[in-house]
C-alpha cells in the first residue's frame, strides 16, 4: 500500500472519467446541433428558392414580357427589386433556351445560363457552381397559353447560406454548454459519493481491499465446512467409542485423515507451492464433500510460484473455486469439481478450474467478466464480482484468463514468480 502514496484516488479517478465522457458529449450535442442548423438553412433556402421561382414564373408580367425584343429592360428592374425585398443572391429570368434576359451583374445578360436546364417544362432545386459561386438554385418554367416561353432561376450562394448559420451557433453552445455544466455536477457528486466509501485511497488500493474481503470470505467459508466436517466426525467417533465399536470409529478417523492426507501430500510435494492456496484447498475440500460434490485437485509438483501475494492468489482460486462448486451443485450427477495447477510455457503457471455444471449460455458467455453481472439470484453475497476481480488480479499481474465450454473451465496463467 505505501508503493501506491501519491497516486490519484479512485473518488478522482471516477470524477475524471466522468468529466471526460460528458465533455466528449458535450462536443457531440454541438456538432449534432450544428449539423441540423445548416440542414434546416438550407432547407429553408431550398424551401424560399422554389417558392420564389414558382411564383415569378406564374407572373402575367413576366409571361407577357418575354416573348418581346425589350424583355431586358421590362424585366431586370422587376428581378432586383424582387431580389432586394426577398433576400436572395440572384433571380435569371430567361428564354426558352437559357439566354439570360436578367442577372444580377448586368454584364452576363445575354449569355447562357449556368445550370441544369430540366428537358421538359418542370421546376428544379440543385446546388451548381455559377459566376456568382456554388449555389443552391430552383429553375421554373414560365408558361403562357400552355407554351414554354421562358424559366426563371432563383438562388442562394453557400456563402450566404453559412452567414445564416452564424446566428444559430450562439444557440447549440449555449445548449452543449448545459449538457457540459449538468454532466460536470454529477461527475462531482458522483466523485464525493465514491470518496464516502474509498477516502482518499488510490483505486489500487480500493481493488486489494476487495481481494482482500474475497480472500477473508472465502477462505472463512472453507475453514467453516472443513471445522463443520471434522466436527461431525469426530462427534460420530466418540459415539461409536461409547457404544464399544472402536473398529468403525478407527475407521471414520483414519478415513477422515487419509484424505486430508493425500491432498496434504500433493500440496507439500511441489516444489515452489504456497502454503496459502494449499490451506485454501484443503478447506474448499470439505466444503465440496459437505455440499456432495466430488473433489479433484491435481497438482503438478513442477508448478512454479505466481507472482501473486497470498491475498491475491486466495481470491482468484477461491472465487474460481466458488463458481465451480455453485455450478456443480446446480447441475446434474455426477457432481464434480476439479482443480489442476502446472507448467505452461514460458515458464508460466497454468490454474484450470473445472466443473459439472450446465456450463454458461453461449448468449452471456461474454459478461460473465462484467462488474455486476452474474447468474446467481440477486441477494446472493458478492453477486457479479469475483469473476470481475479475477481479471483484474490477473491481468494485473500481467497473466491471461479464459473460459471454455464442454466441461465448462476457467484457464488463468501467471507468469513465474522470479527467484
Do not use: C
Amino acid at each position: 500500500m505505501a508503493g501506491r502514496r501519491g497516486a490519484t484516488s479512485a473518488a478522482s479517478r471516477v470524477f475524471l472519467v466522468l468529466l471526460g465522457a460528458v465533455l466528449v458529449v458535450g462536443a457531440i450535442v454541438a456538432l449534432l446541433l450544428v449539423f441540423e442548423a445548416q440542414r434546416a438553412v438550407r432547407s429553408e433556402a431550398e424551401r424560399v428558392t422554389r417558392a420564389l421561382a414558382e411564383t415569378i414564373a406564374t407572373t402575367d408580367a413576366v409571361g407577357e414580357a418575354l416573348p418581346g425584343d425589350d424583355a431586358s429592360a421590362l424585366l431586370q428592374p422587376y428581378a432586383e427589386r424582387v431580389m432586394a425585398e426577398a433576400g436572395v443572391d440572384f433571380i435569371t429570368i430567361m428564354t426558352p433556351d437559357g439566354i439570360r434576359v436578367t442577372h444580377r451583374d448586368r454584364d452576363e445578360i445575354g449569355r447562357h445560363y449556368l445550370g441544369t436546364i430540366p428537358a421538359r417544362p418542370a421546376t428544379l432545386t440543385e446546388e451548381f457552381e455559377g459566376t456568382l459561386g456554388s449555389s443552391v438554385r430552383t429553375i421554373a418554367p414560365v408558361e403562357s397559353d400552355g407554351e414554354l416561353v421562358g424559366w426563371v432561376s432563383v438562388g442562394v450562394t453557400i456563402g450566404s447560406i453559412s452567414s445564416a448559420l452564424v446566428p444559430r451557433l450562439p444557440f447549440a453552445i449555449v445548449i452543449a454548454l448545459a449538457v457540459v455544466a449538468a454532466g460536470f455536477a454529477g461527475a462531482l457528486l458522483a466523485g464525493r459519493i465514491t470518496k464516502r466509501v474509498t477516502g482518499d485511497l488510490p483505486a489500487g488500493s480500493v481493488r486489494d481491499a476487495v481481494s482482500s474481503y474475497e480472500s477473508m470470505r472465502t477462505l472463512g467459508e472453507a475453514l467453516r465446512a472443513q471445522t463443520h466436517e471434522h466436527g461431525n466426525r469426530m462427534h460420530t467417533a466418540v459415539a461409536l467409542l461409547e457404544l464399544g465399536r472402536t473398529d468403525e470409529a478407527i475407521e471414520i478417523l483414519t478415513e477422515t485423515s487419509r484424505q486430508s492426507q493425500a491432498l496434504v501430500d500433493q500440496v507439500t510435494a511441489r516444489r515452489d507451492g504456497d502454503p496459502t492456496v494449499g490451506a485454501l484447498l484443503l478447506g474448499k475440500a470439505a466444503q465440496a464433500r459437505e455440499r456432495g460434490i466430488d473433489w479433484i485437485v491435481e497438482i503438478d509438483p513442477a508448478a512454479p510460484r505466481s507472482t501473486l501475494p497470498p491475498v491475491d492468489a486466495v481470491s482468484v482460486v477461491g472465487n474460481l473455486i466458488d463458481n465451480a462448486l455453485d455450478a456443480a451443485a446446480a447441475g446434474a450427477e455426477p457432481r464434480w469439481v476439479r482443480v489442476e495447477l502446472s507448467p505452461a510455457p514460458r515458464d508460466s503457471l497454468a490454474i484450470v478450474v473445472s466443473d459439472s455444471g450446465d456450463g454458461i449460455p453461449s448468449a452471456i458467455a461474454d459478461r460473465v467478466w462484467e462488474h455486476g453481472f452474474s447468474t446467481k439470484p440477486a441477494d446472493a453475497e458478492g453477486r457479479g464480482v469475483g469473476l470481475a476481480l479475477v481479471r483484474s488480479i490477473v491481468q494485473g499481474a500481467g497473466g491471461s484468463v479464459e473460459v471454455t465450454a464442454s466441461p465448462t473451465a476457467f484457464r488463468v496463467v501467471l507468469p513465474r514468480r522470479p527467484s
